[in-house]
Structure formats: C-alpha cells, structure tokens
C-alpha cells in the first residue's frame, strides 16, 4: 500500500480534528516523493498520542482500546536504540510482525534484532501498522513494540507495550470487547510464544519544512 493511500485513510478516520491540521497541510507535511512510494505512514506521538490513535483499530467491527491499567501510555517513548523522525509524519520501511521471536523475551529480543541490521516498532508505529492492515494481528500472532519504554527513577520500566486480541475479560469491559485490538503491555523479561517483536529496516521523515509542534 503507497503512502498516499495511508494517508487517505487517516483522512477519513479523522486525521485532520485529531491533528489540528488541514488536509493540505498533511499533503504538504508528507510531500509528493513520499506520498508516491511504499512504506508505512506514521503519525508522530506529539501530534496525536498513542491512546488516541489505538480507537482506529479494528477487528470484527469492534475498536481498539487501551487496557485500564496503562493510563500513562503517553510517558512510554523511543529507547536509546531507536531514532524517531522529529517530523509530524514520517515513513517507516520493511515492517515485520517479528513471529520468529515469538518465544523469546522483549530484553533478548533487542540485542538480536539490532544485530539484524533492524529497529523494534514503537508502539505509535506497531499502532499505525494495524490501522493499514488489520489483518497483521491474528489469534496466536500478535505482537509487542519494544522500541516504546517508560523511563521511571532514571531505569526502564519492565513493562514493554504490546497489541494483541481482547478475549473479553471482565477487566476488559466483557464481551463488548470480546475480539477488539488491545493496547496492553508484557513484563520486558517473560516470554509468550503468541507475542512476536515487531521490527522495520528504517525510518525517513519527508523533506519539508514543517516540524512537530
């Protein structure tokens, strides 16, 4: 899918409202050698926060949603290993859900993924992914984004945000939510095999002017 018709998309999610930016502007921020390419479009966290992009999800009708107990998503940001574009959009290239490293821990995930020559996603990224193409998350395939951490009392948080399926818990909301996207998080140290480590070979950020706000 061509950056253009991303683009197109978060139009019609609400992109503009949600931005505070015109459709112009959008069109002028990505510009027109992007905009013809491939590659996933991203929204920058400053210009629109993880937890108001995660409602574009959807699965079996249903929106996504960020588990109750991760109200300080917004505190979650780029590890030292990965360099975000400081550009309101920016193109992400060779995404892969990561399956291979289903069973191995977020903190032994990293090493072997730099080591690949790859980036962990983010999860405005691994969020933005799924808003293109749904069907990257699955039942026994989802994944984290360990290119997202908390920094607290000058360490990383243990935990690593993730997206997989709502099984409608009670915790969850119940069957309202039975099947929906879920932003939701692991402990940086376990393993579960279902969970792959999302990953990209790069990121580019267009050659406008323009810079986030």
Not at 13 to 23: A, Q, T, V
Not at 38 to 52: D, K, M, T, Y
Request: charged share 25%.
């Amino acid at each position: 899918m061509f950056v253009a018709q991303q683009l197109d998309r978060l139009l019609e999610l609400g992109l503009e409202e949600m931005s505070g930016r015109s459709e112009d502007e959008l069109l002028d921020l990505v510009g027109g050698e992007l905009l013809c390419g491939p590659g996933l479009l991203v929204v920058h966290p400053s210009v629109v926060p993880a937890a108001r992009l995660a409602p574009l999800l959807s699965r079996a009708g249903k929106p996504g949603f960020v588990v109750s107990d991760m109200t300080d998503l917004a505190a979650f940001s780029p590890i030292p290993e990965v360099e975000v574009p400081d550009s309101p959009l920016y193109v992400v290239t060779g995404v892969e859900r990561g399956d291979e490293l289903g069973d191995v821990s977020p903190d032994d995930a990293l090493p072997r993924i730099v080591a690949a020559g790859r980036t962990p996603l983010t999860i405005s990224e691994g969020i933005c992914w799924l808003i293109q193409q749904p069907q990257m998350l699955e039942p026994g395939r989802c994944f984290m984004t360990i290119g997202s951490r908390k920094v607290k009392k000058g360490r990383l948080d243990k935990r690593t945000p993730a997206i997989w399926i709502s099984g409608g818990s009670e915790r969850d909301g119940g069957k309202a939510v039975d099947g929906a996207p879920k932003v939701g998080w692991c402990w940086s140290g376990n393993r579960h095999d279902w969970l792959g480590m999302a990953s990209a070979t790069g990121r580019c950020a267009p050659q406008p002017h323009s810079t986030v706000r």
